[in-house]
């Protein structure tokens, strides 16, 4: 956004603490339903109920878990209002979660119970966790007769807590059988214990490394502001410079004072050497939460976090909108990532809304990063967040250094992807035993299959996207709505036989060709399509850390985080790819990722080389990422958006308009260019088909609303809206400050 978000100019949320209402009093629940209005329920006999507190109550046939969001309004007749069932046995939410929700709501311009879902992402977890059953040995024994089997189950039930019958029966190598007899024997007392025992908490006398003097300096001054409310630290410094050791102790800090952590990481199922870090300082586990865990996992942590016995959270942005009774600092590492921002449902940016939350919570929060965002650049010049910079690698090893290829002048072998520079740097690096990075944003085999006598191009047929073959699954995979086929035989339109070919290169084709040239080298590859979750990412960082592996080839998965002591070398085979398509930040994220790339390389006492293969090395990108200036290049990118009123020296709103019944979505768009607001240096663009002009059989049109720095754009928005006739069919989605422009 581009603004740090100013709560205070809002409507104060309606919830007010320490209110309490007795039976007979009219309280208003808000449900985890895509509602505006929370509604209105009767206190019942026996019943004293406050705001934040998880009640069940009936709507329509059913019943539902909602939240006491404070007094009734009034507008539902006595007659008519039904009472609230029950109170749950939940700890209740808190003034800050509430007034989050509301704010959040107000700023995305979704209802507020759409939002609440989010934070009610569990609604099995509202329910008490029922206790198991664990067994110990009774004393004094009764009589029974023993066996082998019985003898080896009390000597392991001798020894530590209770454990449950399948465990017992695995420790002592016996079948469950044997625990059920012995039990109805009464040689084993049942006992009940809480299901998924909380995680260790951490241990905080253990103390991270001596720390440098800039470091300590930085971590001094996050300590300081963990103790004095609200206040945004960005915390900037080239990849190993030590940022996460920094902050690491901020963590410990705000944890000696007895309060949560949040730490949001994006794409945290990967994020194995981050979480073996976390376990080497603190002993424990910190309570995970992203799309890979079970159920159960995810019922737990919930109730976990929401009772307090969860110290430190680490997650995807979801987790902003868990429970935290006590939450006392908020770090949001790799905070110009992407993915922080969610493109469907409530469309949101994590780590925007992560600066409300700390606001609203009055606490500090950290945005950790080697290369900013312009947004948290600007509001750093603007004095509104402090800055900390840590200057150099820890250790003082080097930056690599950073060459360019110009494919105009030194190409690749016909058919091949690698110049004869990048080859010989390769060579290098092979001979020496080190290991390289070959590094291609683009998963699959080819990104295009073409029809060499017709010309006819695979194409998804829900989507406007071209088919990308993976070789490997056997497959043509549309990336927007996973639709996949079988690779044709002959071409689907004019029927000619292998005359389909693979255009352009993916990591799986770029393998090939690695696998071709240096046969005698150890290959793997990093997609997602490989790596997926944390044991598949943990696989393969100690294969690389073990050196089982030469070459690696691999997509943007591997540009986060990792450490890789004897990676020297970094390939980057075609730099140019994320610069098409004139989206506003494209040079700045490919800057971002190519900077991040390189920072791959030469992470220890080898020094580290990067090659980075572009046909522009003219384009100012590739010029500031040779010549190590990422100074010039923010100043010229900040000019040019502040010359052409983008963010973040502008405001943008995105409307999506879309539906299966294209004359509809065609009407509806046309319809909001109509009511289109004007005036206070409004601009209105569009509607015009979105670059992705249909999405799983759902046609789309965009359009793009540019307003000045100062301008509050969510009652315009709404009231934009509410002026153009839309048909029922269609939808329109709302994007405040944009990421996305597809
Ligand atoms: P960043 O988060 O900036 O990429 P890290 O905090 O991950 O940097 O540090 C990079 C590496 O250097 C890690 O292996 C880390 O343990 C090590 N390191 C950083 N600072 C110190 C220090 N003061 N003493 C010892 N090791 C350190
Ligand atoms: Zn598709």
Same mark, same amino acid.
């Given at each position: 956004?581009t603004?740090?978000?100013?709560?205070?100019?809002?409507?104060?949320?309606?919830?007010?603490?320490?209110?309490?209402f007795?039976?007979?009093?009219?309280?208003?629940?808000?449900?985890?339903l895509?509602?505006?209005?929370?509604?209105?329920?009767k206190?019942?006999?026996?019943?004293?109920?406050?705001a934040?507190?998880?009640?069940r109550?009936?709507?329509?046939?059913?019943?539902?878990?909602?939240?006491?969001?404070?007094?009734g309004?009034?507008?539902?007749?006595?007659?008519?209002?039904?009472?609230?069932?029950?109170?749950?046995?939940?700890?209740?939410?808190?003034?800050?979660?509430?007034?989050?929700?509301?704010?959040?709501?107000?700023y995305?311009?979704?209802?507020?119970?759409?939002?609440?879902?989010?934070?009610?992402?569990?609604?099995e977890?509202?329910?008490?966790?029922?206790p198991?059953?664990?067994?110990?040995?009774?004393?004094?024994?009764?009589?029974?007769?023993?066996?082998?089997?019985?003898?080896?189950?009390?000597?392991?039930?001798?020894?530590?807590?209770?454990r449950?019958?399948?465990?017992?029966?695995?420790?002592?190598?016996?079948t469950?059988?044997?625990i059920?007899?012995?039990?109805?024997?009464?040689?084993?007392v049942?006992?009940?214990?809480?299901?998924?025992?909380?995680?260790?908490p951490?241990d905080?006398?253990?103390?991270?490394?001596?720390?440098?003097?800039?470091?300590?300096?930085?971590?001094?001054?996050?300590?300081?502001?963990?103790?004095?409310?609200?206040?945004?630290?960005?915390?900037e410094?080239v990849?190993?410079?030590?940022?996460?050791?920094?902050y690491?102790?901020?963590?410990?800090?705000?944890?000696k004072?007895?309060?949560?952590?949040?730490?949001?990481?994006?794409?945290?199922?990967?994020?194995?050497?981050?979480?073996?870090?976390?376990?080497?300082?603190?002993?424990?586990e910190?309570?995970?939460w992203?799309?890979?865990?079970?159920?159960?996992?995810?019922r737990?942590?919930?109730?976990?976090?929401?009772?307090?016995?969860?110290?430190?959270?680490?997650?995807?942005?979801?987790?902003?909108?868990?429970p935290?009774?006590?939450?006392?600092?908020?770090?949001?590492?790799?905070?110009?990532?992407?993915?922080?921002k969610?493109?469907?449902?409530?469309?949101?940016?994590?780590?925007?809304m992560?600066?409300v939350?700390?606001?609203?919570?009055?606490?500090?929060?950290?945005?950790?990063?080697a290369?900013?965002?312009?947004?948290?650049?600007?509001n750093v010049?603007?004095?509104?967040?402090?800055?900390?910079?840590?200057?150099?690698r820890?250790?003082?090893?080097?930056?690599?250094?950073?060459?360019?290829?110009?494919?105009?002048?030194?190409?690749?072998?016909?058919g091949?992807?690698?110049?004869?520079?990048l080859?010989?740097?390769?060579?290098?690096?092979?001979?020496?035993?080190?290991?390289?990075?070959?590094?291609?944003?683009?998963?699959?085999?080819?990104?295009?299959?073409?029809?060499?006598?017709?010309?006819?191009?695979?194409?998804?047929?829900?989507?406007?996207?071209?088919?990308?073959e993976?070789?490997l699954?056997?497959?043509?995979?549309?990336?927007?709505?996973?639709?996949?086929?079988?690779?044709?035989?002959?071409?689907?339109?004019?029927?000619?036989?292998?005359?389909?070919?693979?255009?352009?290169?993916?990591?799986?084709?770029?393998?090939?060709?690695?696998?071709?040239?240096?046969?005698?080298a150890?290959?793997?590859?990093?997609?997602?399509?490989?790596l997926?979750?944390?044991?598949?990412?943990?696989?393969?960082?100690?294969?690389?850390?073990?050196?089982?592996?030469?070459?690696?080839?691999?997509?943007?998965?591997?540009a986060?985080?990792?450490?890789?002591?004897?990676?020297?070398?970094?390939?980057?085979?075609?730099?140019?790819?994320?610069?098409s398509?004139?989206? +506003?930040?494209? &040079?700045e =994220?490919?800057? #971002?990722?190519?900077?991040? /790339?390189a920072?791959?390389?030469? %992470? !220890?006492?080898? $020094?580290?080389?990067?090659?980075?293969?572009?046909?522009?090395?003219?384009?100012?990108?590739m010029?500031?990422?040779?010549?190590?200036?990422?100074?010039?290049?923010?100043?010229?990118?900040?000019?040019?958006?502040?010359?052409?009123h983008?963010?973040?020296?502008?405001r943008?709103?995105?409307?999506?308009?879309?539906?299966?019944?294209?004359?509809?979505v065609d009407?509806?768009?046309?319809?909001?260019?109509?009511?289109a607001?004007?005036?206070?240096?409004?601009q209105?663009?569009?509607?015009?088909?979105?670059?992705?002009?249909?999405?799983r059989?759902?046609?789309?049109?965009r359009? +793009?609303?540019? &307003?000045? =720095?100062?301008? #509050?754009?969510q009652?315009? /928005?709404?009231?934009?809206?509410r %002026? !153009?006739?839309? $048909?029922?069919?269609?939808?329109?989605q709302?994007?405040?400050?944009?990421?996305?422009?597809?």
């Amino acid at each position: 956004m581009t603004d740090a978000p100013r709560p205070a100019d809002r409507p104060a949320p309606r919830s007010t603490d320490g209110e309490s209402f007795a039976a007979g009093a009219r309280v208003a629940v808000r449900l985890p339903l895509p509602l505006t209005d929370a509604y209105d329920y009767k206190v019942p006999e026996g019943l004293t109920l406050s705001a934040g507190d998880f009640v069940r109550v009936p709507l329509g046939p059913r019943r539902m878990a909602g939240v006491v969001w404070g007094k009734g309004s009034g507008d539902v007749p006595e007659a008519k209002m039904k009472a609230v069932v029950a109170r749950l046995d939940v700890p209740p939410m808190t003034h800050e979660a509430r007034a989050f929700v509301d704010w959040v709501a107000e700023y995305t311009l979704n209802p507020p119970g759409a939002v609440l879902r989010m934070a009610v992402s569990v609604p099995e977890a509202l329910e008490p966790p029922k206790p198991l059953t664990a067994y110990r040995a009774a004393d004094p024994l009764p009589e029974i007769r023993m066996t082998p089997a019985r003898e080896r189950v009390l000597a392991e039930a001798a020894d530590g807590p209770p454990r449950q019958a399948a465990e017992l029966a695995r420790a002592a190598g016996v079948t469950p059988g044997v625990i059920k007899g012995m039990a109805e024997g009464g040689a084993l007392v049942p006992h009940a214990i809480a299901p998924f025992p909380p995680p260790d908490p951490p241990d905080l006398a253990k103390g991270g490394p001596d720390l440098s003097p800039e470091q300590t300096a930085a971590a001094d001054a996050l300590s300081a502001a963990v103790a004095d409310g609200f206040s945004v630290q960005v915390l900037e410094g080239v990849p190993g410079s030590g940022k996460t050791e920094v902050y690491l102790q901020a963590v410990a800090d705000c944890l000696k004072a007895g309060r949560q952590v949040l730490v949001l990481l994006p794409e945290i199922a990967l994020s194995a050497q981050w979480l073996e870090r976390f376990r080497a300082r603190f002993g424990s586990e910190p309570a995970l939460w992203h799309s890979d865990l079970t159920m159960a996992q995810r019922r737990e942590t919930w109730r976990h976090i929401a009772e307090g016995r969860a110290g430190v959270v680490v997650g995807a942005r979801s987790a902003l909108f868990l429970p935290y009774p006590d939450l006392g600092l908020i770090i949001v590492d790799e905070e110009h990532d992407g993915s922080f921002k969610q493109e469907e449902g409530v469309v949101y940016n994590a780590r925007d809304m992560a600066v409300v939350r700390a606001q609203l919570g009055k606490i500090p929060i950290s945005l950790v990063s080697a290369t900013p965002s312009l947004e948290t650049q600007a509001n750093v010049d603007r004095g509104r967040y402090s800055h900390l910079h840590l200057p150099a690698r820890h250790g003082g090893a080097d930056l690599p250094d950073i060459e360019l290829v110009n494919l105009t002048k030194t190409p690749p072998q016909r058919g091949q992807w690698m110049s004869p520079p990048l080859r010989e740097a390769i060579d290098g690096t092979l001979e020496r035993g080190e290991q390289a990075l070959l590094f291609l944003n683009r998963r699959g085999y080819a990104p295009l299959t073409l029809c060499r006598a017709c010309g006819h191009r695979l194409q998804c047929p829900q989507c406007t996207a071209w088919l990308v073959e993976h070789r490997l699954l056997q497959r043509l995979q549309c990336h927007h709505c996973g639709y996949q086929m079988a690779p044709p035989p002959k071409c689907p339109e004019c029927g000619a036989e292998d005359s389909l070919v693979p255009c352009g290169p993916g990591v799986e084709r770029l393998a090939e060709e690695v696998a071709a040239l240096y046969p005698e080298a150890r290959v793997a590859m990093a997609t997602s399509d490989n790596l997926y979750n944390q044991r598949t990412a943990r696989e393969f960082v100690h294969r690389i850390e073990n050196r089982e592996v030469d070459l690696i080839v691999g997509t943007q998965i591997v540009a986060k985080g990792y450490h890789f002591p004897m990676l020297t070398l970094v390939g980057v085979i075609d730099a140019d790819l994320g610069l098409s398509g004139g989206d +506003l930040r494209a &040079a700045e =994220r490919t800057y #971002q990722l190519l900077y991040q /790339v390189a920072g791959r390389a030469g %992470r !220890a006492e080898h $020094p580290g080389r990067v090659v980075i293969q572009t046909y522009m090395p003219e384009h100012p990108v590739m010029a500031a990422i040779a010549a190590g200036d990422r100074e010039a290049f923010l100043a010229a990118e900040a000019k040019g958006r502040e010359d052409a009123h983008m963010p973040p020296y502008g405001r943008l709103v995105g409307l999506i308009v879309s539906g299966t019944d294209e004359a509809a979505v065609d009407a509806g768009a046309r319809a909001l260019g109509r009511a289109a607001p004007q005036g206070n240096g409004i601009q209105v663009l569009g509607p015009a088909p979105a670059p992705l002009a249909m999405i799983r059989g759902r046609h789309r049109r965009r359009l +793009l609303l540019k &307003a000045g =720095r100062g301008t #509050q754009v969510q009652p315009i /928005v709404r009231d934009w809206i509410r %002026r !153009a006739a839309i $048909p029922k069919k269609v939808r329109v989605q709302i994007d405040v400050d944009p990421y996305s422009f597809m």
